[in-house]
């Protein structure tokens, strides 16, 4: 059984757009998140959230916005997509908050997803 | 804010050797956890190993290995008995540990490209 799910694997799509990319854990984690991943490789996270507290990076631009029906998904939702936004994006899950346990806090990846902005 | 700094953009080792990559961070925390993960040409990012920094012992995963400073702020990974599934992206990351449930964002350093040669 998958962990951490992501759909679709690959997009490709036109400037202006918008599009979204859904992700699914069945870990039974309480937090979840997207990072973005650049053409050099560098990771950084773009969104923290459960259903408490929902934590922005600033530097992402708010046509970026997450949307989560339930505990077990966080979906990205993107306008007007601007080719810069070609990356590979991933969503990730934890059980979060304060534990000394040896998988606590540790966060497990879905397999990405491949934009490109035309 | 937390910085990661991982010095070697590219390493390689023979097949069955062992090999070390270096991870340097900044922060003015003083619980955290740091992280190893492994990103292979399938993309998947995978973890390798977690220390928790309150830990003195270096953390141990069968061939993989940490040497923890925390007075140095240095977390490196060793690589015994190098396999060629171990040719991948490296990648150390950096974890607050947050008592609120949304904050446990990772910080990455910007990898290694480790390739391991027959």
């Known amino acids: 059984d998958t962990a951490v799910s992501q759909t679709p694997k690959y997009l490709v799509t036109q400037m202006g757009n918008d599009k979204s990319i859904k992700c699914e854990q069945n870990?039974?984690?309480?937090?979840m998140y997207w990072y973005k991943q650049d053409s050099k490789k560098f990771l950084k996270i773009m969104f923290s959230y459960n259903n408490k507290e929902l934590i922005i990076n600033e530097t992402v631009p708010n046509r970026f916005s997450p949307k989560s029906p339930d505990k077990a998904h966080l979906n990205l939702h993107i306008n007007s997509l601007e080719l810069g936004d070609s990356a590979v994006y991933f969503c990730?899950?934890?059980?979060?908050?304060?534990?000394?346990?040896?998988?606590?806090?540790?966060?497990?990846f879905g397999p990405g997803t491949r934009l490109l902005v035309l | 804010a937390q910085t990661v700094t991982q010095s070697q953009p590219e390493m390689s080792v023979q097949e069955a050797e062992t090999v070390t990559l270096s991870c340097t961070y900044d922060?003015?925390?003083?619980?955290?956890?740091l992280f190893w993960y492994k990103q292979p040409p399938s993309r998947q990012m995978i973890l390798v190993i977690r220390?928790?920094?309150?830990?003195?012992q270096n953390a141990t995963e069968n061939r993989f290995s940490v040497n923890f400073q925390k007075a140095a702020k240095s977390f490196s990974l060793k690589i015994s008995d190098s396999q060629l599934g171990d040719t991948a992206m490296y990648f150390c990351a950096f974890m607050k540990h947050e008592s609120h449930n949304a904050g446990n964002m990772l910080t990455f350093g910007g990898g290694t490209r480790l390739m391991v040669k027959p």
């Open positions: 870990l039974g984690h309480d937090t």
């Open positions: 220390q928790e920094a309150y830990k003195q």
């Open positions: 922060t003015s925390e003083n619980n955290y956890y």
């Open positions: 990730a899950s934890s059980q979060a908050g304060l534990g000394m346990g040896r998988f606590f806090g540790t966060q497990y």
